[in-house]
């Protein structure tokens, strides 16, 4: 059997977290170390380790992952302002945690997205 991810454990209640949203298909909990006033991480319960590992069976959950994202905007408060969405992957992409997730981030003017150093 494969080890759990840190995510896996979570979404089982294994390791505690603040989580704000299940259904069978996603789980949404606050990240430990926020980045602004909001910061939720939207997870599907399969551990897909990475978006490269996504296959068109996960269309659906992947879908409902964005409608999660705009029900948690509204509840926090943040849906008129803006917020960002973000999902890293693999090693350029910094991805620390490799059990697919959406970032939900917002609460506060969050800047341009990158740099504009190309190097
Ligand atoms: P990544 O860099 O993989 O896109 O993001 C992983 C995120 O998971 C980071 O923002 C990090 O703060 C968050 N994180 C790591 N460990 C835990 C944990 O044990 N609990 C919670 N709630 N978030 C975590």
């Known amino acids: 059997m494969t080890e759990k991810t840190l ?3 979570i979404i089982e209640r294994e390791i505690p977290a603040d989580i704000v949203f299940q259904d069978e298909r996603v789980t949404a909990f606050r990240d430990i170390n926020p980045q602004a006033p909001t910061h939720i991480l939207i997870v599907p319960n399969k551990a897909i380790p990475t978006v490269n590992d996504v296959t068109s069976d996960d269309e659906h959950t992947l879908g409902h992952l964005f409608i999660v994202a705009k029900k ?3 509840n926090e408060g943040i849906a008129e302002n803006g917020y960002r969405l973000l999902i890293n992957c ?3 992409g910094h991805q620390e945690v ?3 997730h959406m970032h939900l981030v917002g ?5 341009r997205m990158l740099s504009n150093n190309t190097r």
Not at 107 to 111: C, D, E, H, I, Q
């Open 7 to 9: 995510f896996r454990k």
């Open 72 to 74: 948690l905007a509204k």
């Open 90 to 92: 693999g090693v350029h």
């Open 98 to 100: 490799f059990h697919l």
């Open 107 to 111: 609460g506060k003017p969050l800047g």
